[in-house]
């Protein structure tokens, strides 16, 4: 019997049914990582000690007859920007290689604290800045469905974890659409809450207005049942939601409610025009007519809507991205983190000579921006321009949001592209992130499932949007679209190989 590719509640079962153990369950993991990770290059950091420690301990409890906790013995990847206690923690870059934190960052914690088994730290554009995994300073991640091409970034080794079979579940972080856009190039489910819902401690920022904390899976159900564990107030975030605003417990409610689900009568879905329509892929459209046509079928009522600021979702957001980071990565200079140049004769020349040598092309391009847009004289012209245009943009969906209940559009305008093919052009590559940067502007609840197969039948996602703090509607309509479908269904070649 095989070990690799079961949900959460298929586990369950297995180890209540003292069909398999927590240890078996890992190993066969790893050894199925060992055997193929060569070609995908999913993680960074392999976590053995700490997994088989974490399933001893579900298997003490099985064998004490006590009670599992919800996520037990269920195989769990980490992006590389979450802090794991004592395992490196590099942010794909060079300037945090040897850097161990000592505490875990809440969200793995939460994981932990659930049972999940930790296997490793996965790949990642380099401080999250990317969206195809190649500004990775160590390997870059490809696409389990293709070796040739990409698996969306940044969050893609987490994304090519899940898919490959690697692991059951994992975290990533999606700043402009870095856990759904990988979602849809490896043709899996990919979540990003609303703002706050999931704590921020102990992940290494980016931009600190736009992270979030996202979870991937292979069917809509694993991503509810994880971010159910997750989705905790965390009173040392202070960007964390209070108990009062938040829904955890209406996703552990919604668990209870999944076999009951049957239609999406009368909810009113609204089609983004700016977002559907030319610039797409022919198979990414075809994708998106089809399931059009599933959300109506299942008695959604459907029509078109427009966001004409949409159009500038994306110069704001390389305005405040870069802003932000180049905030939040001036502590990396050679003092506390990571390498320092030791040859240096003073202090400037340390931090100076430690930041050339330690961040890649892409974080230097984005420090030099963001301080540019931020310094005196340019500030009012670009940073604060932007800010007030990201209001509008916040009004603007709130304004259809007043007479819809979702909004839908691709996750991505293409299917994975090659490796190599957009390096060159740094315009082009961020141009991939066109439909999932407005979500993050918004701090809205956002989740692409898989909707078909498009170019080089490779997957294709749908991105479903919803107001702040619905993300329990978001999961229902995503859950009732995967059960009219079999797309959750379809594996790449080396996952199915395992299952059988």
Known sequence: MTLIGKSISEIHKLLTGKQASAAEITQAHFAHIKKEDKSIHAFLCLTEDLAFKQAKSIDDLIAAGKPLPPLAGVPAAIKDVLCVASYPTTCGSKI???????????????????????????????????????????????????TEYIPGGSSGGSAAAVAAGFATISLGTDTGGS???????????????????????????????????????????????????????????????????????????LINQLPQLANLKDLKIGIIEELSGEGNDPGVQSAMSE?????????????????????????????????????????????KYGIRDKSATDLLNMYLSTRQAGFGPEPKRRIILGTYVLSSGYYDAYYKKAQQVRRLLIDEFNKVFESYDLIICP????????????TADPLHMYMADIASIPGNLAGLPGVSIPC???????????????????????????????????????????????MR
């Open 291 to 335: 399931a059009i046509d599933v959300f109506a079928n299942l008695g959604a009522k459907i029509s078109k809507v427009s966001l004409p600021k949409v159009k500038y979702a994306l110069p704001v957001y390389y305005i405040l991205n870069p802003a932000e980071a180049s905030s939040n990565l001036a502590r990396f200079d050679g003092v």
């Open 179 to 253: 856990v759904r856009q990988p979602a849809s190039l490896c043709g899996i489910v990919g979540m990003k809450p609303t703002y706050g819902l999931v704590s921020r401690l102990g992940l290494i920022a980016l931009a600190s207005s736009l992270d979030h904390v996202g979870q991937f899976a292979r069917t809509v159900e694993d991503v509810i049942r994880t971010l159910a564990v997750v989705a905790k107030h965390d009173v040392h975030d202070s960007t964390s939601l209070p108990d009062s605003l938040r829904q955890s417990h209406d996703l552990d409610q």
């Open 411 to 422: 996750t991505s305008p293409t299917t994975a592209f090659k490796l190599g093919e957009r």
């Open 96 to 146: 945090l290689e040897g850097f161990s934190p000592v505490y875990d960052a809440t969200a793995a914690r939460l994981l932990f604290e659930a049972g999940a088994v930790c296997l490793g730290k996965t790949n990642c554009d380099e401080f999250a800045m990317g969206s195809s995994n190649e500004n990775s300073a160590y390997a870059k991640t490809t696409n389990p469905w293709n």
């Open 452 to 498: 078909g197969l498009g170019e080089n039948n490779l997957p294709v996602g749908l991105q479903l949007l919803g107001p702040q703090l619905t993300d329990t509607n978001v999961l229902k309509a995503a859950y009732l679209f995967e059960k009219a479908t079999d797309y959750t269904k379809k594996r790449p070649a080396m996952l199915m190989e395992a």
